[in-house]
Structures are given as structure tokens and as C-alpha cells.
């Protein structure tokens, strides 16, 4: 068994929200919003296995052994529930997490995930591949890190769209205008979860760096929902 203690950054008081970076970064991507949100949520920033200051431990480097790192955490910490706020893998982590323990998931936020490699754009996907390809031939270990990091986007995740149908938490999509998610596809996870909301804001990818407050302001009005209050469908901007 490969039990590894994940780097967590704890702050604030209330309801658990775990905050779940991308590949290749760490916590301190959302180092802009920790503070907001840990005005009214108690907030759990991890270190996912391998990186930032998490140790990379023995076990498979993939999306499902990451999922299952989330839920020792909960489980050693004594949540029993909690919101999740996942960006890019981390958004897939979050969704992978929340469709085999859905009684563990509160509300659930996906920020520029994806259901399958197939769901990034080639203009993006196509330089990940190769580079990844290049990292797998040399032997050094910065090389046998990258590749590691770039395989998981090379040949993860795969959730069929149909499993997304099984979800029932409150669920808000969002993501930029001009994300390196195809946009058809950001849509597809939204009309698949039943009752999801889907948010679009002007940027890339990466929108909660560029545009914190209009992040901040979105992740917060739909985690400030009563359960089972529905509001009005946000505002979708043409994809």
C-alpha cells in the first residue's frame, strides 16, 4: 500500500472546499482566491501526488490513483463531505472522485475539464503528444518527469458521457471563451450532469489567474446556493 501524506494548505472557517490545481502545478495556483474563499469556507488547497510538495510515492502516476489520494485525505482529515473546485486535471480528478463516492461530494465545481484527450483542441493536444513522445525517449529524470506529467494528458481521462448522468450534486461548469477545451465538448460535460449550470468568461484556459474577480464571483454566487435552490441558467456566451 502506497499511503503518502499530501501538502495541504488549510485556512479559514466553514463547510470544506478542497481546491484541486491542474498538471504539472500546485496549490498555490489558486494562491489569488485561497483567502476569498476562506472567508466563508474552510479551505483545503492540495498538492496533488508529484507535485509541488507532495511526494510522488510508488503507486501509478494516473487520474484514478489521484482520486483515490483525495479520499485517504478526506478520510485522515474526518471530512465527510466536502465542495470540490477542480481546474483542468484537477477538474478531472474532481469528476472522477465524485462519480465513485458521490456521498462525499457536496457541490462540485469544474473549471476547463475534459472527458477524454479527444475533448482538447489539436492546437493544443498535438504538441502535448509529441512532446511527450520526445520525453519518453531519454533516460534522464527530468525527461521521465515530463513524460509522466504529459502522459496523463496523452492518455487520460476516459469517462463515457453517459456515466455524468449519475450525478446529482449541485454542479457548476465553467470555463474561458477561448479555453484549450473544445468548446462543443465543455458543453456536452454541461448537458450530461443533470441540472448543471455552465458559466463561460472571457479568457483562456487559465481564468482564474487572468480574471480572479470575475472567477471569484461566479464559484462563490454558486456555492453560496442553498441545496437544492436552483437559479436562473447563467448566461451562456456563444462557443
Same mark, same amino acid.
Given at each position: 500500500?502506497?499511503?503518502?501524506?499530501?501538502?495541504?494548505?488549510?485556512?479559514?472557517?466553514?463547510?470544506?472546499?478542497?481546491?484541486?490545481?491542474?498538471?504539472? !502545478?500546485?496549490?498555490?495556483?489558486?494562491?489569488?482566491? +485561497?483567502?476569498?474563499?476562506?472567508?466563508?469556507?474552510?479551505?483545503?488547497?492540495?498538492?496533488?501526488?508529484?507535485?509541488?510538495?507532495?511526494?510522488?510515492?510508488?503507486?501509478?502516476?494516473?487520474?484514478?490513483?489521484?482520486?483515490?489520494?483525495?479520499?485517504?485525505?478526506?478520510?485522515?482529515?474526518?471530512?465527510?463531505?466536502?465542495?470540490?473546485?477542480?481546474?483542468?486535471?484537477?477538474?478531472?480528478?474532481?469528476?472522477?472522485?465524485?462519480?465513485?463516492?458521490?456521498?462525499?461530494?457536496?457541490?462540485?465545481?469544474?473549471?476547463?475539464?475534459?472527458?477524454?484527450?479527444?475533448?482538447?483542441?489539436?492546437?493544443?493536444?498535438?504538441?502535448?503528444?509529441?512532446?511527450?513522445? +520526445?520525453?519518453?525517449?531519454?533516460?534522464?529524470?527530468?525527461?521521465?518527469?515530463?513524460?509522466?506529467?504529459?502522459?496523463?494528458?496523452?492518455?487520460?481521462?476516459?469517462?463515457?458521457?453517459? !456515466?455524468? !448522468?449519475?450525478?446529482?450534486?449541485?454542479?457548476?461548469?465553467?470555463?474561458?471563451?477561448?479555453?484549450?477545451?473544445?468548446? !462543443?465538448?465543455?458543453?456536452? +460535460?454541461?448537458?450530461?450532469?443533470?441540472?448543471?449550470?455552465?458559466?463561460?468568461?472571457?479568457?483562456?484556459?487559465?481564468?482564474?489567474?487572468?480574471?480572479?474577480?470575475?472567477?471569484?464571483?461566479?464559484?462563490?454566487?454558486?456555492?453560496?446556493?442553498?441545496?437544492?435552490?436552483?437559479?436562473?441558467?447563467?448566461?451562456?456566451?456563444?462557443?
Amino acid at each position: 500500500m502506497d499511503d503518502i501524506q499530501l501538502y495541504c494548505q488549510r485556512v479559514g472557517q466553514g463547510h470544506p472546499l478542497v481546491l484541486l490545481h491542474g498538471n504539472g !502545478e500546485d496549490h498555490t495556483y489558486f494562491a489569488p482566491l +485561497i483567502p476569498r474563499f476562506a472567508a466563508f469556507r474552510r479551505v483545503y488547497a492540495l498538492d496533488t501526488r508529484g507535485h509541488g510538495q507532495s511526494p510522488r510515492g510508488n503507486a501509478p502516476f494516473t487520474l484514478v490513483q489521484f482520486a483515490r489520494d483525495l479520499l485517504a485525505f478526506l478520510d485522515r482529515e474526518g471530512i465527510e463531505q466536502a465542495d470540490l473546485l477542480g481546474f483542468s486535471d484537477g477538474g478531472n480528478i474532481a469528476l472522477l472522485f465524485a462519480l465513485e463516492h458521490p456521498e462525499r461530494v457536496s457541490r462540485l465545481v469544474l473549471n476547463g475539464a475534459n472527458l477524454d484527450p479527444g475533448g482538447v483542441k489539436p492546437s493544443t493536444q498535438i504538441p502535448i503528444v509529441l512532446g511527450y513522445r +520526445i520525453a519518453s525517449l531519454f533516460p534522464g529524470q527530468k525527461a521521465r518527469r515530463n513524460a509522466e506529467l504529459l502522459g496523463l494528458m496523452v492518455r487520460e481521462p476516459h469517462i463515457p458521457p453517459g !456515466e455524468l !448522468e449519475r450525478l446529482t450534486m449541485p454542479t457548476l461548469v465553467i470555463a474561458g471563451t477561448r479555453d484549450m477545451i473544445r468548446p !462543443e465538448h465543455t458543453r456536452l +460535460i454541461a448537458e450530461h450532469i443533470p441540472g448543471a449550470r455552465l458559466q463561460l468568461l472571457e479568457g483562456s484556459h487559465f481564468i482564474a489567474k487572468e480574471s480572479p474577480d470575475a472567477f471569484y464571483r461566479a464559484v462563490a454566487d454558486f456555492l453560496a446556493q442553498p441545496p437544492g435552490e436552483r437559479r436562473p441558467e447563467a448566461r451562456r456566451d456563444s462557443l
